[in-house]
């Protein structure tokens, strides 16, 4: 079949083959296809689309984004199409041109609620819970009562402190589907649970009706784990949670010692030659990026540093390493022998500094300073030196057996698939462990180490260390966090409110039995516990 002149029942029959050729991963096949239909059909938004898809499984998201801007010029006023492009544009970090064009997608979805729920997950994207939450509304305005939209009404509640909107929104959803486990999961995460206000009963007797999927299971004993630990009930507690990490790691196809031997690829290869600033030892002053495993003090850190008048949080950005993966994959094509780490020593890595600084900049405005608080960047903190000589990196560190249980008892949902099972999180804190030590060896003095125990138990005096290390001045607004409106859309968000303690100080020794394959596992690689 001549592909550039077929009919237009040909040229959808054409795209259909194209986009299943994608789902099957035959990428070059689907690319002969547009090709051939741009030749004398560039003019058709179907055909602009499906280019703009290939070009986005090839990773090229600027090719994606012209075709993009063709099909909506070819089909103006199409919210799809305009939220698509708003996407691809935040893919970009254009967020500053992503926030106008969903917007635009709002406005020209009038009453379609789905849209304006999809716009609401655009803006959670973003890293913008209080526009999110504004959308959704707008959604609910039509009528909607959607569980899903629901879900995530609650969910920019919760980000946001509204508790009383988000309980409201999980009884709505409950009602409608009484085994969702992520609503009830969530439902008990909203504060902490008390003898006299609990859903223990409530839990039980669901888990005992049964639930159609695991995932949907293992949230609801996840959430009986939270609410029996409120209550100090450790051993009900410790039971639930191991039932639920097992189910939810049974779903998981995640590969531990290879995720471990990557960390230990960067420490071979990352050595300090590698590392050695570039153009300008000037380039990123104003980036601070906070690290550290999960659940170690990290939003805690983030909130009372972004109380400083000069200081502004930008959440946990992907940025930094989609930039480093980005460049690197172009490396590996054009040197398939050699895998992404080697791959990430060779980039450009003044240019990657510049472009992350300019993505950052759309999101943080003018301010002198600005905090990127993504844990898994510690992976990146020899990376980060080389691009941005002059930002600051602040480590939390925490007692390895509490470090520990407070990541296992979080349920993550698809990310860090290695807090599920003792042992998995044992090989992947010890790698931790050694990566951490190796930057702190190749960079002498470039990363502070921060201790959660120091931070809650001396304030001033650490956060004095902090401002120190930043070239910022002291000012006690850092020291009144809890008075900090900004959401957080972190597992952490109703903790970082209730003002900082020092309750979870040891908190693993009431489960030290459940935890022995942990302890035993650290402790056979020389890991001081403290007893």
Excluded at 214 to 232: F, I, Q, T, V
């Amino acid at each position: 079949m001549d592909q550039s002149n077929a009919h237009p029942a040909q040229r959808r029959q054409l795209i259909g083959s194209a986009f299943e050729a994608l789902r099957q991963g035959r990428l070059t096949d689907a690319q002969s296809v547009a090709l051939a239909l741009l030749a004398d059909h560039a003019d058709d938004p179907e055909v602009r689309y499906l280019a703009s898809e290939v070009c986005l499984a090839d990773d090229d998201l600027e090719g994606a984004l012209a075709h993009l801007s063709a099909a909506c010029t070819a089909a103006p006023g199409q919210p799809q199409l305009l939220l698509k492009q708003a996407r691809i544009l935040l893919g970009l970090r254009r967020r500053q041109e992503a926030t106008a064009m969903a917007l635009q997608a709002a406005d020209a979805a009038a009453g379609d609620w789905r849209t304006l729920w999809m716009v609401g997950q655009f803006f959670i994207a973003n890293h913008d819970p209080v526009q999110a939450a504004a959308m959704y509304a707008r959604a609910q305005a039509t009528g909607q009562a959607d569980p899903n939209l629901l879900y995530d009404v609650a969910s920019a509640a919760f980000f946001t402190g509204d508790t009383d909107l988000a309980q409201a929104s999980l009884d709505q959803l409950l009602a409608q589907s009484p085994q969702a486990g992520h609503a009830l999961h969530l439902r008990s995460n909203l504060q902490r649970q008390t003898e006299s206000s609990n859903h223990i009963a409530d839990l039980e007797e669901r888990l005992q009706r049964g639930f159609p999927q695991e995932s949907a299971r293992a949230a609801c004993l996840y959430a009986l784990a939270k609410e029996h630990e409120d209550l100090g009930q450790a051993e009900a507690s410790f039971a639930a949670l191991t039932r639920g990490a097992s189910l939810q790691r049974r779903q998981l196809q995640y590969d531990s010692t290879g995720e471990c031997a990557t960390l230990d690829r960067i420490r071979e290869l990352w050595t300090a030659a590698h590392i050695s600033p570039g153009e300008s030892a000037a380039a990123g002053a104003e980036a601070i990026f906070v690290v550290g495993l999960p659940r170690t003090g990290t939003t805690l850190l983030e909130r009372m540093l972004g109380n400083h008048p000069k200081v502004r949080p930008a959440g946990e950005l992907m940025d930094f390493a989609q930039l480093l993966g980005s460049a690197a994959l172009k490396q590996r094509r054009q040197h398939p022998d050699r895998d992404m780490v080697e791959c990430s020593l060779q980039l450009d890595y003044d240019s990657l500094g510049r472009e992350y600084l300019r993505g950052a900049r759309e999101l943080v405005g003018d301010a002198p300073a600005f905090i990127d608080k993504m844990p898994a960047n510690f992976m990146y903190c020899g990376p980060i030196h080389r691009a941005l000589p002059a930002a600051r990196i602040i480590h939390l560190t925490r007692d390895p057996m509490d470090a520990c249980y407070a990541v296992y008892k979080t349920l993550f949902y698809q990310a860090y698939h290695y807090s599920y099972d003792l042992r998995e999180l044992a090989d992947y804190y010890l790698a931790y462990r050694r990566l951490m030590a190796h930057w702190h060896a190749v960079m002498p003095g470039v990363v502070l180490d921060v201790g959660y125990e120091e931070l809650v138990q001396d304030q001033e005096g650490q956060m004095r260390r902090v401002l120190s290390h930043c070239g910022l001045e002291w000012d006690p607004q850092v020291l009144a966090h809890d008075t900090n409106p900004a959401p957080s859309t972190t597992a952490s968000a109703a903790q970082v409110r209730e003002g900082v303690h020092d309750r979870s100080i040891g908190r693993w020794r009431a489960h030290s039995g459940g935890l022995s394959p942990l302890r035993e596992r650290l402790a056979a690689a020389g890991i001081a516990i403290d007893d």
